[in-house]
C-alpha cells in the first residue's frame, strides 16, 4: 500500500495508554484541509523527537497508510519519521479554529445520527454539539497500570539499551502516571436524548494531575477542581464534543462512542452569530 502525504490539523491527542504492543501510545486525530477526519495509530508521543511533539490546533505534514488492521473509516498508521510541524500563530486564533472544525466540516447534534453512521458507514470521529449538559461526574479506575504492560514496558527498555545510555532509556520509557479515576459528561442531545459518555483526553488527565498537586494530594479536592473547569468555566463557552469510537466495541456496543476530546471556543457575540447568516 503506497504512503500518502497528509496535512492534518490536530484537534484530539488522548491520554497516554501502555499498549501490549507498542509501549505507551497516544491517540491522535485531526481535520483534514477538506473538513473530513483522520485518525493517526500508533503513535508514541513522548518518544517523538521534541521538534516533531506538536500541540493542539496546530498542522502536522505526516505520510500515512490506510491501516489494514483497523476497519474504521478514518484509521490510518503514520510514517513517523515523515512527520513535521508547521509553525502556528503565537496566540490562540479562535476564528480561525472555528472555521477548520465547524465551518470545514460537519457538526452533528442528533447522537442517535452519529451511532447509526458508526454502524452502518464505518465512521468513527465526529464533532457534535449537546444541547444540554447536565452534569460532570467522577468514578474510580484502577489505580495501576496492568502489570503485563508495565513488564512489556520495561522489557522494551532493556532493548533500547543496546542503543541508548541508561539514562536515556529510563527517561523515555518511564510509564506516564496511572489517572485512578475515570470521569463523564452527562448531557442531552436535540432529540432529548439522555446519554453519559467517559472523556478521555490528555488534558483532562494532566488537569488532574496538576490539581492533585495544588491541593496537596487531596484526590477529592482535586476532582472538584477539575469539576470546576469542565462543568463550570467550559459551559460558559461555546462548548462541543469530538467523538470516537474505540476499534473493540465499535461493531458490539449499542453506543460506541466517547468524548476524546472537547473544543470550547469563546461564546460568538451577537455580530458574529450575524456573519454565520
Known amino acids: 500500500m503506497n504512503a500518502e502525504k497528509k496535512r492534518v490539523f490536530i484537534t484530539v491527542k488522548t491520554y497516554p495508554n501502555i499498549s501490549d504492543k507498542y509501549a505507551e501510545l497516544v491517540c491522535t486525530a485531526g481535520i483534514l484541509e477538506d473538513g473530513t477526519w483522520i485518525r493517526l495509530y500508533p503513535v508514541p508521543f513522548?518518544?517523538?523527537k521534541k521538534e516533531?511533539?506538536?500541540?493542539?490546533y496546530t498542522w502536522i505534514n505526516v505520510e500515512t497508510t490506510r491501516s489494514s488492521n483497523d476497519f474504521r473509516n478514518e484509521s490510518y498508521r503514520p510514517t513517523l519519521p515523515s512527520l513535521?510541524?508547521?509553525?502556528?500563530?503565537?496566540?490562540?486564533?479562535?476564528?480561525?479554529?472555528?472555521?477548520?472544525?465547524?465551518?470545514?466540516?460537519?457538526?452533528f447534534t442528533n447522537l442517535q445520527t452519529i451511532?447509526?453512521?458508526?454502524?452502518?458507514?464505518?465512521m468513527s470521529l465526529a464533532t457534535f454539539k449537546p444541547t444540554k449538559i447536565t452534569d460532570f461526574v467522577a468514578t474510580p479506575d484502577a489505580r495501576d497500570w496492568d502489570a503485563q504492560k508495565l513488564a512489556n514496558l520495561q522489557m522494551q527498555s532493556q532493548q533500547m539499551s543496546l542503543f541508548d545510555t541508561a539514562e536515556e532509556v529510563e527517561a523515555e520509557f518511564r510509564a506516564v502516571r496511572k489517572i485512578p479515576y475515570k470521569f463523564y459528561y452527562l448531557f442531552e442531545d436535540d432529540a432529548g436524548k439522555k446519554s453519559r459518555l467517559m472523556i478521555e483526553d490528555w488534558e483532562i488527565g494532566m488537569l488532574y494531575l496538576h490539581c492533585l498537586e495544588s491541593t496537596n494530594?487531596?484526590?477529592k479536592a482535586a476532582i472538584g477542581k477539575v469539576k470546576e473547569k469542565y462543568f463550570g468555566e467550559f459551559l460558559k463557552k461555546d462548548l462541543y464534543f469530538f467523538l470516537g469510537t474505540t476499534l473493540k466495541h465499535h461493531n458490539v456496543s449499542r453506543n460506541p462512542f466517547i468524548i476524546i476530546g472537547v473544543f470550547c471556543p469563546p461564546p460568538l457575540s451577537p455580530n458574529e452569530q450575524l456573519k454565520l447568516f
Not at 516533531?52 to 493542539?56: C, D, G, L, R, V
Not at 451511532?115 to 464505518?122: M, N, Q, R, V, Y
Open 46 to 48: 513522548r518518544l517523538l
Open 52 to 56: 516533531q511533539q506538536y500541540k493542539k
Open 84 to 107: 513535521t510541524v508547521e509553525t502556528g500563530p503565537s496566540r490562540p486564533d479562535w476564528n480561525e479554529r472555528r472555521r477548520i472544525i465547524l465551518e470545514n466540516g460537519e457538526v
Open 115 to 122: 451511532i447509526d453512521k458508526a454502524k452502518t458507514e464505518k
Open 217 to 219: 494530594g487531596d484526590e
